[in-house]
């Protein structure tokens, strides 16, 4: 992490003039498509969906809860957690106040959400949740990434949904008798729009009844749903949580 996740404006930290790249940023990704970082948490996102989640604020408000985590399943984090196996159980809203807030591009990978993506994960991660409005979104799940690919991400009840859209681009299509077809895109303004619940969302992007909606099921688990989603994580381990 950075001084933009550990410190505190309350005890002397200055978001507004540490994080004024995030600022002038934001004015590029307004016009201009930002590239998919490479990050083990970031690799190799084959169900088209990725989620950040914050446990604090450093900001002069409270952290809005707007989800429970269920559990974090260090496994598939590893990297993240510095562990090779383990896990973390919650439910119940054990964890304390958790917000989560994700965007999702499907399984075509030619699409322009697809594109667009790296677009969502600076909006979400850095400008809408930490320093627009000093919101001051900060510190992850521990043994989770901060944001990552949905399945690195802990099992939560709910999350946020942001997505990018080309709002003034264009496709020019032309037609010769030698070379036949071919099309030129040209991205304009690129816009951000709240799309609801992001599992919901997602099922927009894919086959409703199809193998990814069901594993998006698991992910994001809908409310009051921790329990059943943690006895199925465990009985795969032998285990059973009664209470």
């Known amino acids: 992490g950075t001084i933009l996740n550990y410190e505190t404006d309350a005890e002397g930290g200055d978001l507004v003039k540490n994080g004024a790249g995030i600022a002038a940023s934001d004015q590029m990704a307004a016009s201009h498509l930002l590239s998919w970082p490479k990050h083990h948490a970031l690799d190799h996102c084959d169900v088209g969906a990725a989620m950040c989640c914050w446990v604090d604020s450093r900001g002069g408000t409270a952290l809005v809860d707007n989800t ?5 399943d260090m496994k598939a984090s590893r990297r993240t957690a510095h562990v090779a196996d383990g896990y973390s159980i919650y439910g119940g809203g054990a964890e304390g106040a958790a917000n989560c807030h994700g965007f999702a591009w499907g399984t075509d990978g030619g699409s322009v959400a697809s594109a667009l993506k790296g677009n969502a994960l600076f909006k979400v991660g850095f400008m809408d949740n930490l320093y627009n409005d000093l ?11 901060m944001c990552g690919c949905i399945d690195r991400m802990p099992v939560v009840t709910k999350a946020s949904c942001t997505k990018a859209t ?12 030698s070379s036949g077809f071919s099309a030129v895109f040209t991205m304009g303004t690129i816009g951000y729009t709240d799309c609801g619940d992001l599992n919901t969302y997602y099922k927009t992007l894919v086959a409703t009844d199809g193998p990814d909606a069901l594993y998006m099921d698991t992910r994001i688990v809908g409310e009051d749903q921790c329990p059943g989603a943690i006895n199925d994580f465990l009985h795969g381990k032998g285990l059973f949580k009664t209470a």
């Open 135 to 145: 919101k001051g979104n900060v510190e992850q799940v521990p043994g989770a990434p």
């Open 68 to 72: 429970d985590v269920c559990y974090v």
């Open 166 to 177: 080309p709002d003034t681009s264009s496709v020019s299509v032309t037609y010769s008798a």
